[in-house]
């Protein structure tokens, strides 16, 4: 090509571009909106790390998309559930009790009633459900014999509870603190070193004590990375423990928490497819 062709060409080209961007931008924005009857769960996080594990991709094929917030990190919290259909909180390394020493773990406490007003769902997991206990005005404590949960261990169903979990099972834990069952909850599951393993509280709010969400890259990830203490606290199995327990259980917890997403929270109408300073430490040293 000649100097004068490209002197010819460019301005062509460049203007060619021009006509396709808008093109370009409204079929992303129709692209974005193809599917407006998926809904928002906000996830509530207390770590950059946090993941939902095997409850993300079955929230997403009911349709959900996830708005996923760290309050820890200075990540607000909404001021209504207007624009979320569900709420779910995960667990951490600190404590429920922390409101006086972490803000965040203050503003959730405060903000929890919202969520609860909404009477849409809620699913705490072992550190949420240890909030939404105290919210509700029950204990969260060490256990009395400074026994720790980590690892897998087995739950049975209350009589009420059969209706979540039909038979005993074994599930994952990662805590030394349990709570109480608070007033006009009740309990579903029970256990042998922590008797409180899951309550519900009205319709669709539920607290477990145990972490459903676990996978095997999870576990890993908490082994070596928050691992250190923990794993020294009185009742804690051994990392290859964990590992021979994993398979041996993972396919009857991946079943159990189908079933009861399936219970807590149906797909959208319209949609088919769419650590240092914790007391258990503290104890321990």
Request: aromatic share 8%; with cysteine.
């Amino acid at each position: 090509m000649s100097e004068d062709d490209f002197t010819i060409t460019a301005p062509k080209l460049i203007l060619s571009i021009l006509r396709i961007i808008p093109t370009l931008i409204i079929s992303q924005m129709l692209l974005a909106s193809s599917n407006p009857t998926q809904k928002n769960v906000l996830v509530i996080t207390h770590s950059k790390h946090a993941k939902l594990g095997r409850i993300e991709p079955m929230l997403r094929q009911k349709g959900y998309r996830l708005d996923i917030r760290c309050p820890r990190f200075q990540e607000n919290l909404p001021a209504t559930l207007d624009s979320h259909e569900a709420v779910i909180i995960l667990g951490g390394v600190m404590s429920a009790n922390d409101s006086n020493t972490l803000p965040f773990i203050r503003t959730e406490l405060e903000w929890i009633p919202k969520a609860l007003d909404s009477q849409k769902p809620f699913l705490g997991i072992c550190l949420g459900a240890q909030l939404l206990a105290r919210v509700l005005g029950a204990t969260v404590a060490l256990h009395p014999e400074k026994r720790a949960e980590i690892g897998f261990f087995p739950i049975k169903p209350t009589e009420i509870g059969q209706t979540y979990l039909r038979n005993p099972l074994h599930v994952y834990h990662w805590h030394c603190e349990g709570f109480e069952v608070p007033k006009d909850a009740v309990l579903l599951a029970q256990g042998n070193t922590f008797p409180n393993q899951a309550f519900r509280y009205g319709k669709n709010a539920y607290g477990l004590q145990f972490h459903p969400e676990a996978t095997l890259e999870i576990i890993r990830h908490w082994i070596t990375e928050i691992g250190q203490g923990w794993l020294n606290l009185n009742g804690a199995q051994s990392p290859q423990e964990q590992m021979q327990m994993y398979a041996l259980y993972e396919h009857a917890m991946e079943n159990w928490c189908k079933d009861f997403l399936d219970i807590w929270i149906p797909e959208p109408t319209g949609t088919r497819q769419l650590a240092a300073h914790h007391p258990c430490l503290i104890q321990a040293a």
